[in-house]
C-alpha cells in the first residue's frame, strides 16, 4: 500500500516552508546555465532543433556528457552518433532536454557523509538505482518515455539535497531521531521526522526545487508525490506510480533507503503501469547489471 502519514502540517504550509527555503538558497548547487537555458527551450512551442544544437554547443563539457550518455551500453542505441544535432534528430529535443539534464545532476549530489545514517554519495547512487529502475519498468510497458523515466528517478529525491543545502544541522537530527532494524530497514516514516524539524519533507522540497527550474509537470509530481501516487492530480498519478515502484525495486540494491516504509508493491501500482509481476521480477533480476552500466555512463 502507498504510505499513509498523518500530516502535523496541511500541504499548503509545507508546500509555503518549502518554496521559501528553495528562493532563499541563493547558495544552493544548482544546474548549469546552459541546462536551465535548455529546459526553457524546449518549453517554449517555437523552439527549433537548431537553436537547442547552438545552446548545448555552448557548453563543450555538457555537449561530451549528452553524447557519451546517448552512445552508452546503457542507452543501448544501435549504432554510434557523432553529434548533438544528430542525437536531436533522432530522439527529439524533449529526449535531449532530459538527458542534458541528467547528465549535469551528479555534481549536486555533493557533500560527503553528514552522519552514520547519511551520505550524499549513497544518496546518488540511489537515484541511480531508482531511474535505471524507472527507465527498464517504463520499457516494458509503461507510456511515459523512458528518457523521462530516468530522469524523473534520478531526481525523486533532490528535495534531500535541497533539506542538505538549507541546514546540515537540522538533517543530522532528522536522522538521529529515526529509527531502524537490525537491517537498516527504517521502523517510523522519515517524511513525518522531517516536517517535525523542517516544517516540510523532502517530497514538498523536490516539488518547490522542480518549479523553480521550470520542470514539467511530470517530473513535479515524480518528486512530489512518489511515496503517495494516489494524491497526484489523475494525469500524473502513472508517473508518481512508476517511481513509487522503482523506489522499492531499487531498495534491494541497499544504499540509501531510510525514506522506504516496506518494500511490497501493490497490485494498483502494476495497474497504473500497465505491467505484470513477470516485468517486475525481470526487472529486479536485471536491476544489478544496467545499473553497474548506468554508474559507469554518469560517474564518468
Known amino acids: 500500500m502507498p504510505e499513509q502519514i498523518t500530516p502535523a502540517a496541511s500541504a499548503g504550509d509545507c508546500m ?73 534528430s533522432l530522439l527529439g529535443l524533449n529526449a535531449v532536454k532530459n538527458i542534458a539534464i541528467a547528465a549535469s545532476l551528479a555534481k549536486l549530489f555533493r557533500g560527503g557523509a553528514l552522519c552514520d545514517r547519511f551520505d550524499a554519495k549513497e544518496l546518488w547512487t540511489h537515484s541511480l538505482a531508482v531511474g535505471t529502475a524507472a527507465r527498464m519498468l517504463a520499457s516494458a510497458g509503461s507510456k511515459i518515455p523512458a528518457d523521462e523515466a530516468f530522469l524523473a528517478g534520478l531526481m525523486h529525491d533532490i528535495g534531500i539535497v535541497v533539506e542538505l543545502q538549507t541546514d546540515r544541522a537540522k538533517l543530522a ?57 494516489r494524491q497526484a492530480e489523475a494525469s500524473m498519478q502513472p508517473i508518481a506510480w512508476l517511481i513509487y515502484v522503482a523506489d522499492r525495486v531499487a531498495a534491494t540494491e541497499g544504499a540509501f533507503r531510510a525514506d522506504i516504509l516496506g518494500q511490497g508493491v501493490p497490485h494498483e501500482a502494476l495497474d497504473a503501469l500497465g505491467i505484470g509481476v513477470p516485468q517486475l521480477q525481470e526487472c529486479l533480476a536485471s536491476l544489478h547489471k544496467a545499473l553497474d552500466e548506468a554508474r559507469a555512463t554518469m560517474n564518468a
Not at 173 to 202: K, N, S, T, W, Y
Open 16 to 88: 509555503q516552508v518549502a518554496n521559501a527555503a528553495v528562493k532563499q538558497l541563493s547558495h544552493i548547487a544548482t544546474l548549469p546555465e546552459v541546462t536551465l537555458g535548455i529546459i526553457e527551450l524546449v518549453e517554449n512551442p517555437r523552439s527549433s532543433a537548431s537553436a537547442l544544437n547552438a545552446l548545448i554547443q555552448r557548453d563543450p563539457a555538457l555537449s561530451a556528457r549528452v553524447l557519451r550518455v546517448v552512445n552508452s551500453a546503457f542507452y543501448g542505441l544501435p549504432s554510434q552518433l557523432g553529434s548533438i544535432n544528430r542525437a536531436i
Open 173 to 229: 537530527r532528522v536522522f538521529a531521531d529515526m529509527q531502524f532494524d537490525a537491517e537498516g530497514q527504517p521502523l517510523i516514516d522519515f517524511r513525518m521526522v522531517e516536517r517535525g524539524i523542517f516544517g516540510a519533507d523532502h517530497c514538498h522540497f523536490g516539488q518547490a526545487l522542480c518549479e523553480q527550474w521550470k520542470f514539467t509537470k511530470g517530473l513535479r509530481a515524480a518528486c512530489g508525490f512518489h511515496h503517495e501516487p
